[in-house]
C-alpha cells in the first residue's frame, strides 16, 4: 500500500493540509504502507522555493516521514511530455487558442443552450475542437484539449468506469457513464501553455509512476477524480483506490484557502500550538 500527500508550493499550509496530509499518514500507518511526499509545483508563475521549504518545516513539526528522495513535477516534464506526444499521436488531443473570454461568450450565445460546469469550469463549447484529428508534430507551446468523445471511443469499453471509493462519506464501487464525462466534463485542457502539462495529466502520470494504491484528496477533487480515472483508462494505467475526505471549513462554512494566512500552520506554531493541539483542531 503506498500513499501521498502532494500539495503545491504556493502559500503557507493550513489546518486543511494538515488534515489531509495526516489522514494519508494515519492510513499508510494503519495498513503498514508507505506515505509519500510529491511537490506540485506546475505552476511556475505560482510556485516559490520558500514555501516548498516550509512545506517540509511544517510537516516534519506535525510528526510526518517520507522517503527520500521527494518527486518534483517541475522535475517530470520530459516524462508529461511523452504521455502527451502518445495521446496526440493518437488524434485524441488538438490546439486550443480560446481565451476564458472566448468560452464564455460562445456559451452565453443563445443557441448553445443550458451551460454546464465541470470540475475545471464551464464545459467547453468545441470552438477549435476539429473535424479531423490534426496530424504532423504536436505543437508544443500550445493549449491542448482532450477530444473527449474521441477519447471515449478509443477504450474497447468506453460506456463505464469505476472505482472503489473509502472515504468518509462513502465506502463503495463508484460508476459513472462515458456519456456523462462528454455533457459534464467536456474537452477538458491537458497541457497548458504556461505548465507544458496539466493538473490533471500530471496527477495521474505521478500516482502511476509512484505506484500510488490509495489516493487520498478532499471532497472537491471528487468529480476531478473522474477525469483521472478516464485518462489511467486511455494511458493504459491502474486505477487507485480513492479516499475523498471532508473540508475542513471556517466558522462562516467557507473552504480554507491559501491566502487564509490566519489558519497558516506555521502561525499556529509560532503561538505555541503543539501538533497535537493541531490534531485535536481538526479532529483526528
Ligand atoms: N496538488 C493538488 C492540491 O494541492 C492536489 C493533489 C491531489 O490530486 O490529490 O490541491
Not at 504556493?10 to 494519508?24: K, M, R
Not at 505560482?46 to 516534519?60: G, K, T, V
Not at 463508484?174 to 505548465?195: H, S, Y
Request: hydrophobic share 35%; aromatic share 6%.
Amino acid at each position: 500500500m503506498r500513499c501521498r500527500f502532494a500539495p503545491s508550493p504556493t502559500g503557507p499550509l493550513h489546518l486543511g493540509h494538515a488534515y489531509s496530509a495526516i489522514i494519508a499518514y494515519d492510513l499508510a500507518k494503519e495498513l503498514s504502507g508507505t506515505f509519500l511526499l510529491r511537490i506540485e509545483d506546475i505552476d511556475r508563475s505560482r510556485a516559490r522555493p520558500e514555501w516548498e521549504q516550509q512545506i517540509y518545516d511544517d510537516l516534519h513539526w506535525l510528526g510526518l516521514e517520507w522517503p527520500l528522495p521527494v518527486l518534483r513535477q517541475s522535475d517530470r516534464l520530459a516524462t508529461y511530455d511523452k504521455a502527451l506526444d502518445d495521446l496526440w499521436d493518437r488524434g485524441l488531443l488538438y490546439p486550443c487558442t480560446c481565451s476564458r473570454r472566448d468560452i464564455q461568450d460562445a456559451i452565453s450565445a443563445p443557441q448553445e443552450g443550458i451551460l454546464s460546469i465541470g470540475p475545471d469550469g464551464p464545459v467547453y463549447p468545441g470552438t477549435c475542437r476539429p473535424v479531423h484529428a490534426p496530424t504532423g508534430p504536436r505543437p508544443k507551446a500550445a493549449n491542448l484539449r482532450l477530444n473527449m468523445r474521441l477519447a471515449l471511443q478509443a477504450l474497447s469499453h468506453p460506456t463505464t468506469f469505476e472505482f472503489e471509493e473509502t472515504g468518509a462519506t462513502h465506502c463503495e464501487t463508484i460508476q459513472f457513464a462515458g456519456a456523462e464525462l462528454v455533457t459534464e466534463v467536456g474537452d477538458i485542457v491537458v497541457a497548458r501553455r504556461d505548465m507544458l502539462t496539466s493538473y490533471h495529466l500530471a496527477v495521474t502520470v505521478d500516482d502511476s509512476a509512484q505506484d500510488i494504491t490509495h489516493v487520498t484528496r478532499g471532497l472537491d477533487l471528487f468529480e476531478a477524480t473522474k477525469i483521472h480515472v478516464l485518462l489511467q483508462h486511455l494511458m493504459g494505467l491502474p486505477t487507485p483506490v480513492y479516499h475523498h475526505h471532508s473540508l475542513i471549513r471556517d466558522e462562516n462554512g467557507k473552504r480554507l484557502a491559501k491566502r487564509d494566512d490566519a489558519r497558516a500552520l506555521s502561525k499556529y506554531r509560532s503561538e505555541g500550538v503543539t501538533p497535537a493541539g493541531i490534531r485535536e483542531m481538526i479532529g483526528l
